[in-house]
């Protein structure tokens, strides 16, 4: 199976039956699963702060859903996250597409690839990297059920090293 469909079968294993993404080439796979799945309603949002929104109040309704986006818009999400997410305790599941890193064109991505991860730990949001295939399905499975076992947000990183990274354009 490939990535994007181990993820998927996470993803449905927990229960989660929405997801909010904002659109990205990387992420597209398991866009394009979400959105194939009749048990899960997918759709794309205008902004990430937005998606985030969404996810909190699906998660206040006592459901689950998660959040895909890609890193360099992690930044438009802090606010949403530290102010409404964190304090709350909602488990909003998130996967980031990684960008800014290993062999990266596009110097405008680097620079949130340094910071993402300091201001996740910063508002005490757990974090892991899926970069080998084979670790896609025990990591996964455990990071998005304990975001719903704690009432806690999550974020699970999609490495160029798991996906082979955006082309160069």
């Not at 996967?95 to 910063?122: K, T, Y």
Request: aromatic share 6%; charged share 20%.
């Amino acid at each position: 199976m490939t990535w994007a469909e181990q993820l998927l079968g996470c993803l449905q294993s927990s229960e989660i039956d929405l997801a909010i993404y904002v659109p990205d080439e990387v992420l597209t796979p398991l866009i394009d699963g979400a959105s194939a799945d009749p048990g899960m309603d997918a759709f794309a949002a205008s902004r990430e702060e937005e998606a985030i929104g969404i996810a909190a109040g699906y998660a206040m309704g006592g459901r689950r859903s998660v959040v895909m986006m890609q890193s360099s818009g992690f930044g438009n999400s802090v606010n949403a996250l530290a102010s409404l997410v964190v304090p709350y305790q909602l488990p909003v599941a998130m996967i980031i597409g990684e960008r800014g890193v290993l062999g990266e064109f596009n110097p405008v991505q680097v620079p949130i690839s340094r910071a993402i991860r300091p201001a996740l730990d910063a508002l005490g949001i757990p974090h892991r990297t899926l970069e080998r295939p084979e670790d896609v399905e025990p990591v996964a499975s455990r990071v998005i059920q304990q975001s719903f076992r704690t009432g806690s947000p999550s974020v699970l990183f999609i490495n160029p090293l798991l996906t082979g990274g955006k082309a160069d354009r």
